[in-house]
């Protein structure tokens, strides 16, 4: 218990008096997407465009470890001031279970493709559950510290769980939030089949564990009832038959014939099959709506920092609140992203934060970077120059073929100025080299254009494999790697778009043409794929590849620094056609004309989760 208290109290201090308290350590977000959805035919926001400013309140979808999210969240910067206290409901749906199946499934017209979590998400999911429920406890812990945080006076938060953790979170709660300011263990009973054999009574429920920040939290009993009208005056049994706008449902009454007034009806398993988006852990939006409805305010910020399916930020939406969800899962922001502008939302941020290379290697045993790239060019086959006339820590040769390998740092995004500063040096170091090798960690998302605009046959760019800090925890696992020689580097992926045009439509405007040419994927090699799973991308990559495009987006008058996504397509959209596997490969909007030149940014997302952005200017 001691060594408890001593680990809370160290998180507690930690979390909030660094992070949170003006610490020099900057966390800052990142906006990826300026996102203006629009369900209409052409696809293409239409309303005037909201600009970004701090007096302005934006929703925001947040890619990233959620401590880093709400680190940054936290941290007051000159574009964003601190959500400390502000936030008046918190509703978290953390993972249950260790055991859970993280694989996606990517649907294709010709077969789906299983794929294991991104990873990221790997080293996420075997951090939290290295030491078992320990290690779970010990990610919980920082992140409600935060939590607390985030809440204003009139805040609550709910954390959803279930029989696996429930119980030992209730006592992390309570030592966090204050065991007086627990309110409820709300109980969530559903139906479902009951598995043969089973020697144990069926777990049908999950609970909601709620507390408050103070006694001036916000709860709306008046807003949570659901009303319904009979649907039959005749009892049946115990039973009784009632509709709501959307169904028919069947209750089953107490013994005074009567169901209880807070009673509600949630629909799961069949019932909720219209509102699935392919989300394993999706919850029902009746469930989050009782939630919503009961502790926050129109407008009040409702916040969801394991947003999944993003059920939270599409009810609060619905409901007129503000929202802030973030996740790890590609997947889950992907659907998230899509769910949103399928609903029509109002415009919002999607915005990532976190350099998960960079965290990974300093968790390894790596003391410098100039260890860690020799280790890399050992496993590209690289020689080492000798130290005492290498004066960059990062170069290796290859002498058979002239080449200058280049090991960018895992803490450096490699792009333009990198490709420039490697092309340099094969013109000039040590005599000049035939070729230049860059291998990088990651990338700017213009990259593949950087690359086209350099053309330049004698400078590759390849990736080191996403995973390779994660085998490369000690300094002997690196030796075994090397003497394996199984390490695979590959090539980008990146978007073509075929000639940009404007057409004449009238005195005002004009008719924007946008269309997708290819789509270069990296290789199925490093994708995180079983063989068979490989051997059908690689299918899909030689003959189809834009249909691994999962969505696309335009922003007409790219300003250089945000990306506005004014029109965009995605997979399931039947608006624009009845294909659900594909996206349009073009686009026409109807813009205003310029006096000046326009410049045109494309981005698009493949069923994989990598972002590639090219741009054109049309004179």
């Known amino acids: 218990m001691k060594s408890y208290q001593k680990f809370l109290k160290e998180e507690r201090r930690k979390q909030i008096k660094f992070w949170g308290g003006g610490g020099n350590y900057n966390l800052i977000l990142q906006t990826n997407e300026?996102?203006?959805?629009?369900?209409?035919?052409?696809?293409?926001?239409?309303?005037?465009?909201?600009?970004?400013?701090?007096?302005?309140?934006?929703?925001?979808?947040?890619?990233?470890?959620?401590?880093?999210?709400?680190?940054?969240?936290?941290?007051?910067?000159?574009?964003?001031p601190s959500m400390r206290g502000k936030i008046d409901l918190i509703y978290i749906d953390p993972?249950?279970?260790?055991?859970?199946?993280?694989?996606?499934?990517?649907?294709?017209?010709?077969?789906?493709?299983?794929?294991?979590?991104?990873?990221?998400e790997q080293f996420a999911y075997k951090d939290t559950w290295k030491d078992g429920t320990a290690s779970y406890l010990e990610m919980m812990v920082p992140r409600l510290i935060l939590m607390r945080e985030f809440l204003s006076e009139k805040g609550s938060i709910y954390v959803h769980i279930d029989w696996h953790v429930g119980h030992y979170l209730k006592v992390i709660l309570d030592d966090i939030f204050g065991k007086e300011n627990f309110l409820n263990e709300v109980v969530w009973v559903y139906s479902g089949a009951t598995s043969p054999g089973l020697k144990v009574y069926a777990r049908r429920h999950d609970i909601l564990l709620l507390y408050k920040k103070s006694n001036n939290y916000i709860f709306n009993p008046d807003e949570i009832r659901q009303e319904y009208s009979e649907a039959s005056q005749s009892m049946q049994g115990k039973t009784k038959k009632f509709h709501n706008s959307d169904e028919e449902i069947v209750i089953e009454l107490n013994k005074k014939?009567?169901?209880?007034?807070?009673?509600?009806?949630?629909?799961?398993?069949?019932a909720m099959a219209k509102e699935r988006v392919g989300y394993g852990t999706q919850k029902p939006k009746a469930l989050l709506e009782r939630v919503i409805k009961a502790s926050s305010s129109e407008n009040s910020v409702v916040a969801d920092f394991f947003c999944g399916s993003?059920?939270?930020?599409?009810?609060?939406?619905?409901?007129?609140?503000?929202?802030?969800?973030?996740?790890?899962?590609?997947?889950?922001?992907?659907?998230?992203?899509?769910?949103l502008i399928d609903q029509d939302s109002n415009p919002f941020l999607f915005q990532s934060i976190g350099d998960y290379q960079k965290e990974q290697y300093e968790q390894s045993e790596f003391s410098t970077i100039r260890d860690l790239s020799q280790v890399v060019m050992h496993l590209y086959g690289a020689r080492l120059f000798n130290e005492s006339e290498n004066i960059h820590t990062n170069l290796g040769y290859i002498k058979e073929s002239k080449t200058l390998i280049y090991v960018d740092s895992p803490s450096k995004m490699t792009g333009y100025n990198t490709l420039v500063k490697a092309q340099k040096l094969?013109?000039?170091?040590?005599?000049?080299?035939?070729?230049?090798?860059?291998?990088?960690w990651n990338f700017v998302q213009s990259i593949g254009q950087?690359?086209?605009?350099?053309?330049?046959?004698?400078?590759?760019?390849?990736?080191?494999?996403?995973?390779?800090?994660?085998?490369?925890?000690?300094?002997?696992s690196a030796k075994k790697l090397i003497e394996s020689g199984k390490v695979r580097f590959s090539s980008l992926q990146y978007l073509k778009i075929k000639n940009t045009s404007t057409m004449g439509y009238d005195s005002e405007n004009e008719e924007l043409i946008v269309e997708l040419d290819n789509y270069i994927l990296l290789s199925p090699d490093a994708m995180p794929l079983d063989d068979k799973n490989k051997e059908k991308l690689r299918y899909v990559i030689a003959n189809e590849p834009l249909s691994l495009i999962e969505y696309w987006s335009v922003d007409p008058d790219y300003d250089g620094e945000v990306f506005r996504s004014k029109w965009q397509d995605y997979r399931q959209n039947t608006a624009n056609d009845k294909d659900p596997y594909n996206v349009v490969k073009k686009a026409v909007l109807t813009v205003p004309k310029l006096n000046h030149s326009r410049k045109i940014c494309v981005k698009a997302v493949d069923v994989f989760g990598f972002e590639s952005a090219t741009t054109v200017e049309l004179k």
Not at 95 to 120: H, M
Not at 325 to 332: Q, V
Not at 450 to 476: F, M
């Open 95 to 120: 993972p249950f279970d260790s055991k859970a199946d993280y694989r996606t499934k990517v649907n294709l017209q010709n077969g789906d493709i299983q794929q294991k979590p991104t990873v990221i």
């Open 257 to 270: 014939g009567k169901f209880p007034e807070d009673w509600i009806y949630i629909p799961t398993g069949i």
């Open 310 to 339: 993003g059920t939270t930020g599409a009810v609060a939406e619905k409901l007129g609140r503000k929202w802030i969800m973030s996740d790890l899962g590609k997947p889950a922001c992907m659907i998230t992203r899509k769910r």
């Open 426 to 440: 094969r013109n000039s170091y040590k005599g000049g080299w035939k070729k230049v090798v860059v291998l990088g």
């Open 450 to 476: 950087d690359i086209q605009q350099l053309n330049d046959r004698n400078l590759e760019v390849l990736v080191i494999p996403p995973d390779l800090l994660d085998q490369l925890k000690t300094k002997s």
């Open 34 to 80: 300026y996102v203006l959805p629009s369900k209409d035919e052409s696809g293409y926001f239409k309303e005037k465009v909201k600009e970004i400013d701090e007096n302005s309140w934006m929703n925001k979808l947040i890619y990233g470890d959620n401590l880093l999210a709400m680190q940054a969240l936290l941290t007051e910067s000159e574009n964003s």
